[in-house]
């Protein structure tokens, strides 16, 4: 029987599933009954500690991104604390043309300001910032899926590259607001381990530009540290990526598909589920962003 909650579609392609079969759903439990309600633009499911929620408006590529995502985290940030889920844990952002220009200014940029306008207003913000995922889609709309949790989890930033919310100004007016990962141990009492898109980045400098393998290499390297790192808070135990529950890998290129799944196997062997999607890295020299999941059990 299918569980009561929300159904949340992406508009990302995925890539390398064998011909027949589709892409197995993410899925999103919680303890006890499932409370579900739509207000305006967001669909919010909640039960006992979790709640997961999205919001979705039609957007196009010709529409400032910046405005919207003010409006649509200002909402997101509202209702979760009214119904006491006031920590934001996850946040997956899904917009088209992330690298078009639009009045002189890259829409990903755009959509940073918009963003940072909401959570740079929060006292101390650096401590609210969910881990998060900014992905350009080939189709129209501006999707934002989320998971909030009742009680505080843990911020943890790689020691590797510079927070992304310190970013120097070069990469736009305003820096992205998220956490490299954010760990929490409250869903059903296991440990969680949430990674942010993690990309081949070193400082605050993409490296390799147009080498997919080598920025697959030097993405892994990071989300190594970041699990040492949250290895050293206590909670979880994990040296390697291919130690996590599951990567979700974004590639620029379809046709890198079937090179990507090869060398992320070399890398990781075959114990980790590994998702590709077809969807643009908000830096136009990046091929390759990797997100990660670690549930205890
Ligand atoms: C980076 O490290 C790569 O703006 O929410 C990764 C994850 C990236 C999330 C975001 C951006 C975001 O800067 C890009």
């Not at 009492?189 to 898109?197: K, R, T």
Request: glycine share 8%; charged share 25%; with cysteine.
């Amino acid at each position: 029987m299918r569980p009561d909650g929300i159904d949340i579609a992406l508009g990302l392609e995925p890539l390398e599933i064998p011909e027949g079969r589709e892409a197995a759903p993410e899925l999103w439990y919680a303890a006890g009954a499932v409370r579900t309600e739509q207000i305006d633009d967001l669909m919010l499911a909640h039960a006992g500690d979790r709640l997961v929620g999205c919001w979705y408006r039609p957007h196009g590529a010709a529409e400032d991104p910046g405005a919207i995502t003010e409006q649509a985290y200002h909402a997101i940030l509202e209702a979760c604390q009214e119904r006491g889920f006031e920590h934001l844990v996850r946040a997956w952002n899904y917009f088209p043309a992330i690298n078009q220009e639009l009045n002189g200014q890259e829409r990903y940029r755009s959509f940073c300001a918009g963003r940072a306008r909401v959570f740079e207003a929060l006292p101390d913000f650096e401590r609210h910032l969910p881990a998060a995922t900014a992905i350009g889609t080939h189709a129209d709309g501006m999707l934002i899926y989320f998971i909030a949790m009742r009680e505080a989890t843990l911020r943890i930033e790689n020691p590797r590259q510079v927070s992304a919310f310190r970013y120097p100004r070069q990469y736009g007016p305003r820096s992205p607001s998220f956490a490299r990962a954010r760990m929490s141990q409250e869903a059903c009492g296991a440990a969680e381990l949430f990674i942010s898109g993690t990309a081949s980045i070193v400082g605050h400098e993409s490296r390799h530009a147009e080498d997919l393998e080598a920025q697959i290499d030097e993405s892994l390297r990071n989300i190594g540290v970041l699990l040492a790192a949250a290895s050293e808070e206590g909670a979880v135990a994990l040296r390697d990526p291919g130690d996590l529950s599951m990567l979700k890998v974004y590639l620029r290129h379809r046709a890198d598909g079937a090179r990507a799944q090869r060398h992320l196997r070399e890398c990781l062997g075959e114990d980790v589920d590994i998702l590709l999607l077809h969807g643009d890295i908000c830096r136009s020299e990046l091929l390759v962003e990797i997100e990660g999941l670690y549930r205890e059990g």
